[in-house]
Every structure is written in C-alpha cells, then in structure tokens.
C-alpha cells in the first residue's frame, strides 16, 4: 500500500512492492456526461486501453463500460511510486428509454473514450409551431 | 428525466471512495512508511496520475495523460528532478446541458524527483494509448554487478 513519491529514498528502504502484486480493483474512470438535442455524449479518460481492450455493453437499460490497461512492463520491474494502482477500469450508468440503445456509437483515441447515445428519432424534442389563428 | 446518468452506483460505494481517499490522504499516494511526504508531492487525484517503476537498466515514468498533443508537452530533466508540463483544454459545448464534469481540464505540471543514479543523457519518451512513458537510463556504476570468488 505504501508508495513513496521519492524514489531514491524508496531504494534504500527497500519498501517497493512488484507493480502487477496488487488486489484488482476497478478504477471508475472520470467522466464528462452532457446532452443535446440528439443525445447523450459520454467522454471518459481511460488512459491504456487500446481498442481490442474496451468492452461496452447495453443490456436492458443500462450501459457498461469496462477497460483493461496495458503498458509495458518487464518482469525485473519493481515498483516505486503509484498514483494508478488497479489496471481495471469499469463504470456503468442507468439509461432512460428514449435512448437508442442498439445505436450507440463509441470511438476511442488517445486514451480518451467518447461514447454517443442517439435519442430515438420519434422522441427527439420538436419545435412546435404556433400558429396565428 | 435522466436521473439514471447521475450514476449507477451503489449507495454504499462514494462512502467506500472517500474512505479510500482519507485513507490515501493520510498514507497513500506521496507518502512513505513514516507518514513523511515528499515536498514536491501533490495530492491524491491530480492530473495526471504518475506510477514510476524500475528495472536494473532504467527508470519507468508512467504519466497517464490522455487526450493530450505528444508534440505539445514540456519534458525536461535538471538534477535529478524530471518535470513534466502541459495543457489540455476540453471544449465546452455552450447548447448541451452538463451532468458531470470531472475530466480535467487546464494546465498541468508535474516534478519527479528520480534516483542519484539516473542518466540524464539517455532519455527517451513515447505516447501510446493517453499514456506518456518516459525511459531514464541508469548508469553503469549503480547496476549490479556479479562479483566472482577466485
């Protein structure tokens, strides 16, 4: 558990743990959640996931997100110091059921995930005309 | 009417988080076994998070930075203290309506303080996947060496 932002004084005390030794728990990544008249855009940081590491999942009504991070590691590495301790990020929400959940679109560049959730065409909010009588 | 996106989480599990980052607060992130944090140590959940690991050869500096330009940031090594500085400026769409907000947005620095042994003529960075790796090099002298028994 304990990390020391110092490196070499971590050396000398020998009190570095092995970075891949630790209890899995899943980092709930930061996210930014906004909407528009389309829909709901997503954007969450997900530094270390590559695409063949990023699961989405609409079931029922709600939206899983779960990511697996990579770096390279090499077996001879001992870690000094850890901001980041788990290499799972997972978060979920509830959707409501004007979402298009079978119309999500998710593109994911430079370790940032950005997820658009449609609204279903028939229930996108209409301008409704007043009309003079 | 979306209530739902605020978060589906148990109720249960912000408290665990807090608990998690008091206890971070108190002995984790910056700090060593006696409680004594570094003088240039930030507190737990700055941007972005730094993990620095070692091998015999070199020094591993993970910088989880994503969304970032490689060509925009600042890396540079004086002494022993390997800074890293930059901006990531997230637009804002003025027509939607936000919920969250907890991506970070701004300008950023960072100071590691690395080992005596570390190399300031042998370093090298790449950005892959939002992750900024920087490698420093060890010298000869601090590897260790296999010393034979005649």
């Not at chain 1, 590495?77 to 004007?98: G, H, I, K």
């Not at chain 2, 002298?141 to 034979?148: D, G, H, V, Y």
């Amino acid at each position: 558990m304990a990390t020391q932002q110092d490196v070499s004084q971590s050396q000398k005390s020998g009190a570095a743990h092995p970075v891949t030794q630790r209890a899995e728990s899943a980092i709930r990544p930061p996210v930014d959640v906004f909407e528009t008249a389309d829909g709901i855009n997503l954007i969450a940081d997900m530094p270390g996931v590559s695409k063949e590491h990023l699961e989405l999942q609409a079931e029922g009504n709600t939206l899983t997100i779960e990511g697996k991070l990579q770096f390279d590691m090499s077996e001879q590495m001992e870690a000094l110091y850890a901001d980041v301790r788990s290499t799972l990020y997972r978060c979920s929400f509830v959707l409501s059921s004007e979402l298009d959940t079978s119309h999500i679109e998710a593109i994911l560049k430079d370790g940032v995930l950005t997820v658009r959730i449609p609204k279903r065409a028939e229930l996108r909010p209409r301008r409704i005309e007043v009309q003079s009588a | 009417m979306f209530e739902g996106l605020w978060g589906y989480e148990h109720p249960l599990s912000s408290q665990f988080r807090r608990l998690e980052e008091e206890f971070d607060a108190l002995f984790g992130a910056g700090t060593s076994l006696t409680g004594t944090r570094n003088i240039r140590s930030l507190p737990a959940g700055t941007f972005p998070a730094v993990n620095v690991a070692s091998t015999p050869q070199a020094i591993m500096v993970y910088v989880f930075a994503p969304g970032l330009d490689a060509k925009s940031l600042d890396i540079s090594i004086q002494q022993n203290l390997l800074s890293i500085a930059g901006a990531r400026e997230i637009p804002r769409d003025e027509n939607a309506t936000y919920y969250r907000q907890e991506r970070f947005s701004g300008e950023f620095r960072r100071t590691i303080s690395l080992p005596d042994d570390a190399d300031q003529a042998r370093v090298e960075a790449k950005y892959v996947n939002g992750i900024l790796t920087i490698t420093v090099g060890r010298r000869e002298s601090a590897k260790p060496r296999q010393i034979e028994v005649r």
